[in-house]
């Protein structure tokens, strides 16, 4: 298909990068994911960590290097309920 | 299959990150992102918050459900197809009226058509030499005037006007004879 310079030009500019942050928070996915499960399969074997993730799943998160995102919280909470 | 993870096709990449490879799904996203996220902000003109959203939630889902994949050659489509399921949901979840999202989606096969030709365009500049490929994501994608472009590149304005020209006459006939199914793409 032949484009003029004009139409490149626009098509180029249709595909801007997403805010900063973004692709690297979606990098970050499979790396958070294996601790999620890891911490989780250990809470299920552990009553006393289960306690201390519904009490304080902000700071137990922080303790195992996870950052506690809206998102990654409530996608514990949603796993632990 | 061996080289960069950014040269390799989609269909490499995706049987990679399949198989865990870590590098592999970090070039995927890094392909892919800007797609996604015009998809949620052109395509269903999702506001800032609920653009971030979807573009966590379509990544997340294509990390989960990238086994169900039957061809990994159609990696792009399924992509966008997903992008467009999650980005409806999203409409959907913050709306009373069913009317008022329809309304949203009229346009929007009409947009995403478009963005899947700048996905084949952004193909064709990633097999240009990195100054060209630099410049123009600079000036067209990232709207870097002149003035900043040569500042950080140490060149006058004037040359950066006849290297974008230049540059753009390069992708054009790149993309003349172009077949983007056999080509890594989209850095």
């Given amino acids: 298909m032949s484009r003029d310079l004009d139409t490149i030009a626009r098509l180029l500019g249709a595909l801007p990068p997403p805010p900063e942050g973004w692709v690297e928070a979606a990098q970050e996915l499979p790396r958070v994911r294996q601790a999620l499960d890891s911490l989780l399969e250990q809470a299920e074997a552990d009553a006393e960590l289960r306690a201390r993730l519904i009490a304080d799943l902000e700071g137990a998160l922080t303790e195992v290097g996870i950052a506690p995102t809206p998102r990654v919280v409530e996608l514990v909470r949603r796993r632990l309920s | 299959m061996e080289g960069r993870p950014a040269d390799r096709t989609d269909a490499e990449l995706v ?43 379509v990544f997340a889902k294509v990390y989960e459900q990238l086994g169900r994949l039957r061809d990994d050659d159609a990696f792009r489509p399924w992509l966008a197809q997903l992008t467009r399921r999650v980005c409806i949901d999203r409409l959907r979840a913050g709306r009373r009226e069913a009317a008022t999202v329809e309304d949203d989606l009229a346009d929007s096969d009409d947009v995403l058509a478009t963005l899947d030709e700048a996905l084949t365009v952004r193909d064709g500049l990633a097999q240009l030499p990195g100054d060209c490929r630099e410049i123009l994501d600079r000036f067209f994608a990232r709207d870097e005037s002149y003035r900043s472009i040569s500042d950080d590149l140490g060149l006058p304005p004037g040359t950066i006007a006849s290297r974008i020209s230049r540059c753009l006459e390069k992708l054009k006939a790149v993309l003349e004879d172009f077949a983007p199914a056999a080509r890594p793409v989209g850095r």
């Fill in chain 2, 15 to 57: 049987a990679r990150c399949r198989a865990g490879d870590g590098e592999a799904w970090n070039a995927l996203v890094e392909r892919f992102s800007r797609y996604v996220y015009a998809i949620c902000v052109q395509g269903f003109r999702l506001q800032a918050h609920d653009a971030e959203d979807a573009f966590q939630d």
